[in-house]
């Protein structure tokens, strides 16, 4: 006779990115285990982008150089922040990967 048992394992957004599971058939009759692991890569969106260093409404002079930081946490993979201004790529000053938190830093000076 033939008895099959199924488990199934539910995974959150809270496990680790990556886990590995085991499955163990054991033959107690036979003294025999058998075991099946697979490592599974849970992937998952990042939060929404944010931008900071800008205090919205607030004048800035010609010339004056501002710093904006976008920020995005977790997700696996992590994201990959880019700028732009005027649909054209603009070079980021500092990138930093920081507890599941990515920074990239840009520096504008603002003309007239």
């Excluded at 075991?35 to 800035?60: D, L, M, N």
């Excluded at 054209?88 to 930093?96: H, I, V």
Aim: charged share 15%; net charge neutral; hydrophobic share 35%.
């Amino acid at each position: 006779m033939f008895n099959a048992i199924v488990t199934h394992i539910c995974l959150s957004l809270q496990d680790p990115d990556t886990k590995s599971f085991s499955c163990y058939a054991v033959s107690e009759a036979l003294g025999e285990t058998i075991v099946q692991t697979y490592t599974v890569a849970v992937v998952h969106p990042p939060s929404s982008p944010t931008i900071s260093g800008y205090e919205k409404g607030k004048p800035i002079k010609a010339g004056d150089l501002q710093k904006l930081s976008c920020v995005s946490t977790g997700g696996n993979p992590p994201a990959n922040l880019k700028w732009f201004k005027n649909d054209k790529e603009l070079s980021a000053l500092r990138s930093s990967l920081q507890y599941e938190t990515l920074i990239v830093s840009i520096g504008f000076r603002f003309s007239s």
